[in-house]
């Protein structure tokens, strides 16, 4: 469906920046999906790409083939919706009709962009799952790090911890340092799909006009 839209991408991480990793703002054009469905599923595919050593921006344009980069919002004349991604805040606009047929920008979403993921998203295609913050602690009750990650992605991190623990207890039968390392490791992975499950069971035990 060829509802078209532009996203826009501002620095707004401080280490990234400090990391020389920041840019202007750059404005992405895709023709077609730019319904808030169509959009949480473009911010999917961008997570899904993340890693540490690309932007967001990057992310977005690998991840998603039709998207090109344009010169701004105002651009194309005939978008019908706006996202402006700052850090990992969205904000999400769609044209409207005003006095005398004037177009006007009303705004329909802002906050976490894997809060609009889940929000749009939700039941629009197959591989859908809730995106949650979760803790990723090295030792239980210490330091506050979280990553923003699905199920599955937790699932796939505690399956390679498991294998790697088995395969370095197995070869080096003696290093009980390192092998206490790699539990530690397993275990992290497996409080925060604990984590995840406490906070979907929270979710459906919400009332529905929560």
């Known amino acids: 469906?060829?509802?078209?839209?532009?996203?826009?991408?501002?620095?707004?991480?401080?280490?990234?920046?400090?990391?020389?990793?920041?840019?202007?703002?750059?404005?992405?054009?895709?023709?077609?999906d730019g319904y808030p469905a169509g959009a949480a599923c473009y911010f999917w595919n961008m997570h899904h790409a993340t890693s540490?050593?690309?932007?967001?921006?990057?992310?977005?344009?690998?991840?998603?083939?039709?998207?090109e980069v344009t010169e701004g919002h105002e651009a194309h004349g005939d978008t019908d919706y706006r996202y402006t991604l700052r850090g990992t805040f969205l904000t999400a606009q769609k044209r409207g009709r005003g006095l005398y047929d004037a177009t006007t920008w009303g705004g329909i979403f802002a906050g976490e962009y894997?809060?609009?993921?889940?929000?749009?998203?939700?039941?629009?295609?197959?591989?859908?799952?809730?995106?949650?913050?979760?803790?990723?602690?090295?030792?239980?009750?210490?330091?506050?790090?979280?990553?923003?990650?699905?199920?599955?992605?937790?699932?796939?991190?505690?399956?390679?911890?498991?294998e790697e623990l088995d395969a370095y207890r197995a070869r080096w039968p003696d290093a009980i340092g390192n092998i206490r390392g790699h539990e530690s490791t397993l275990s992290m992975w497996e409080r925060a799909l604990k984590d995840y499950e406490l906070q979907e069971e929270f979710d459906r035990a919400k009332p529905a006009n929560a």
Do not use: K
């Open 114 to 162: 894997h809060e609009f993921i889940n929000q749009y998203g939700r039941g629009q295609w197959d591989e859908f799952e809730t995106l949650r913050t979760v803790p990723v602690n090295y030792c239980e009750g210490y330091g506050s790090r979280t990553e923003l990650l699905t199920r599955s992605q937790i699932a796939t991190r505690i399956t390679t911890a498991r």
């Open 1 to 32: 469906m060829s509802t078209r839209a532009t996203y826009r991408f501002e620095a707004g991480d401080v280490s990234r920046r400090a990391s020389g990793m920041s840019h202007a703002p750059v404005t992405v054009y895709i023709h077609h």
């Open 52 to 67: 540490y050593d690309r932007t967001p921006l990057v992310c977005f344009i690998r991840a998603n083939e039709r998207a």
